[in-house]
């Protein structure tokens, strides 16, 4: 192949109630520009701010019930 590789397009998808999937050849940097080490090609970005592993999401979202619509979120029973 000659001229610019070809490559995959990057996918983000927001997950209901829970992070951004990111896929595809993307390279993260934290607030000051340095690059942040992904090991897989897929990564999961945390939306909910509750993560310890940010940016990435560790599954926090859930023991916070983090909602991503609009509905006010039901009291615990
Ligand atoms: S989105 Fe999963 S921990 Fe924040």
Redesign the pocket.
């Known amino acids: 192949m000659t001229g610019a590789e070809h490559t995959a397009p990057v996918v983000i998808t927001p997950c209901e109630n ?2 951004i999937l990111v896929r595809g050849d993307v390279e993260l940097r934290d607030s000051a520009g340095r690059p942040v080490p992904r090991r897989r090609a897929t990564v ?8 310890a592993l940010k940016p990435f ?6 023991a916070i019930g ?1 909602r991503t619509d609009d509905e006010v979120p039901l009291p615990p029973r």
Do not use: E, I, Q, V
Not at 44 to 51: I, Q
């Open positions: 829970g992070p999961a970005l945390c939306r909910c701010g509750a993560s999401c560790d599954g926090s979202h859930k983090f």
